[in-house]
């Protein structure tokens, strides 16, 4: 529906390097809208949908916040396991 709209708009516009369409056009021709309870629909399944999406957006967040903490770790891991190695070496130099 929507693009037959466009289609009707577009033939309207007058120009060759773009359409341009008076305000007298727009605001005399008519856009169908759906009833209001299916734009309720719409509007219910879209809220629900980004509601998830937020959700899966915050867990991707708390996952790399989690990472990153598992990495700190890890680097802190292996350098004082090197310090350690390093330092019982040097022990047995002396």
């Known amino acids: 529906m929507i ?3 466009e289609d009707e708009l577009n033939s309207l516009g007058t120009g060759s ?16 809208q759906p009833p209001l309870s299916e ?17 899966l957006v915050e867990l991707k967040k708390k996952q790399i916040e989690l990472l990153k903490e598992q990495r700190t770790a890890l680097i802190n891991q292996a350098s004082y396991q090197r ?3 390093k330092r019982k070496n040097e022990r047995f130099r002396h």
């Open 39 to 55: 734009q309720e629909a719409i509007a219910n399944y879209l809220d629900e949908k980004t509601a998830k999406i937020d959700l």
């Open 17 to 32: 390097t773009y359409k341009a369409i008076s305000v007298s056009i727009v605001e005399n021709t008519s856009i169908s």
């Open 83 to 85: 310090f350690k190695s």
């Open 3 to 5: 693009l037959s709209s």
